[in-house]
């Protein structure tokens, strides 16, 4: 077991990782080399228990992408609760309410129905649907977690024809680590393999630097390996999933052509198409959902992170024929649709509807790319990937001197953490992604004087590791 992560002049901040390392296991966390502690937080900024505001570049794995704890959004989430709020708004009539007890809505209703579900799912579908692509959203599937959803999408599109087992899923993706969402990450040499998953090539090198985005691509490759396995599977092939970028796998943001093109294979071959925007919805591409970014019109998308902007709340949203597939309780679960994970979708909903987050983030993702593009004067930095207007970026460092791009990665992360020695700021950012790659993921609703701020402190740290 690994000792604690303790950083100087962080007494409060080392207790806690202290304790936490003795009563968990480390496994429950992936490894970042900073492990804060985060004593609250507000908009884009957290603050450890010493004081010390950190600019939160991680969004909680690309979660809070309203900002933490906003106030409109937390007084809209109490609203559809009736917590405390002065107003019952889902109460039909009077109740007799029993001694030290408060009437709300309930905070778990398995096998029941509610209004705030309602609300949330007939507002999810008129929203989606009203997004170019968004025509095959028919019915919601609720779920607890991206993982859970992903694994609800594909048992759908299993039972839709059990004559056709063969999945492909795009190699180096991440869909999730349980089950069948596990068993489509990643690719062959992974452990745990399902013999009914097969994995595709995913434009990595056409892709790797934000300077590729406009060039010519080449889908004929990709197109002839979907034809070597529709030749030697046929009509057993019957689903295939893709992120919209690869997240996990390296933060790699493909050309449309490409998601255009598997969504053609699968149009002549009857083959479900299954989106993962676990990641990307909600703005992260520059657009709402990433359907919209890349000129798609999936059979199912599968939502999450920052549909609930905190809480965990997860769905699958596609074709009835689909999710008709199953039977009762073959898509159910204890917390799918509970009521505290739909009055979050409804809070987020409103936020998103009350104004135009998307084009008020415009100037700020211009920003952040720009000092992003600047880091690439240090020689341990390689290339910078992100969507054009988008929200989320991946920095790959390369290998310098005597340092791997690994070790690298994990030296920016640091820097940016322990701040320029001018500011008593840092900046939070994760683990690398495929060991090299540092993900930028701020809200999208920072404003552009802290981005500037932001991005000058990132580069006076990354100045820092030079000396």
């Known amino acids: 077991m690994p000792p604690p992560i303790q950083h100087l002049h962080e007494p409060d901040s080392n207790a806690g990782r202290a304790e936490l390392a003795r009563v968990e296991p480390y496994s429950l966390r992936t490894f970042t080399p900073t492990q804060a502690v985060l004593a609250q937080s507000a908009g884009i900024y957290h603050w450890t228990p ?31 609760m009736n917590w405390n709020t002065g107003e019952v708004t889902n109460s039909v009539q009077p109740v007799q309410v029993p001694l030290g007890f408060t009437p709300a809505v309930p905070m778990t209703a398995y096998n029941a129905i509610t209004s705030v579900e309602v609300g949330a799912t007939k507002r999810l579908l008129e929203l989606m649907r009203k997004a170019p692509g ?13 993982s859970e959803a992903i694994q609800k999408a594909l048992w759908a599109s299993l039972a839709r024809d059990r004559t056709r087992p063969i999945i492909l899923a795009t190699r180096f993706g991440f869909h999730g680590k349980k089950g069948l969402a596990n068993a ?23 892709c790797h630097d934000v300077a590729t985005r406009d060039e010519p691509f080449n889908f004929a490759p990709y197109q002839r390996e979907l034809d070597a396995l529709l030749h030697q599977f ?23 052509a490409y998601l255009q093109g598997l969504q053609q294979f699968c149009r002549a071959n009857d083959i479900t198409l299954i989106l993962d925007e676990v990641q990307s919805n909600f703005g992260r591409t520059g657009a709402m959902f990433a359907y919209e970014t890349y000129g798609l019109e999936p059979d199912v998308v599968v939502l999450g992170k920052g ?19 199953l039977g009762y309780g073959e898509g159910s679960d204890t917390w799918s649709a509970n009521p505290l994970c739909c009055a979050a979708v409804q809070a987020t909903l409103d936020e998103f509807e009350r104004r135009d987050v998307i084009a008020g983030m415009k100037a700020s993702s211009a920003i952040i790319e720009n000092g992003l593009l600047a880091l690439k004067e240090f020689p341990f930095v390689a290339h910078v990937r992100g969507e054009l207007g988008g929200m989320v970026w991946g920095v790959e460092m390369c290998d310098r001197g005597d340092r791997t791009a690994a070790e690298w990665a994990n ?9 320029d020695g001018q500011c008593p700021d840092g900046i939070h950012l994760l683990g690398p992604l495929a060991k090299k790659v540092v993900r930028i993921s701020p809200p999208l609703v920072i404003t552009t004087e802290e981005a500037t701020a932001a991005m000058n402190l990132m580069q006076r740290c990354a100045r820092r590791l030079l000396g």
């Open 411 to 419: 030296e920016f992360v640091l820097a940016c953490y322990r701040g």
């Open 134 to 146: 968004g025509g095959r959203m028919e019915q919601v599937m609720w779920a607890a977690s991206g």
């Open 184 to 206: 489509v990450t990643g690719s062959e040499t992974d452990t745990e393999r399902d013999p009914r998953v097969r994995f595709i090539s995913f434009p990595m090198a056409e």
């Open 234 to 256: 046929g009509a057993k092939i019957g689903t295939l999933i893709t992120e919209p970028y690869l997240g996990g796998g390296g933060s790699y943001h493909p050309p449309k």
């Open 50 to 80: 010493e004081g010390r505001r950190l600019y939160d570049f991680s969004s909680g794995v690309l979660v809070s992408n309203l900002g933490h704890n906003p106030a409109n959004w937390l007084r809209g989430y109490f609203r559809y």
């Open 307 to 325: 549909l609930g902007n905190g809480i965990p709340v997860a769905a699958a949203v596609g074709r009835a024929e689909i999710f008709g597939s």
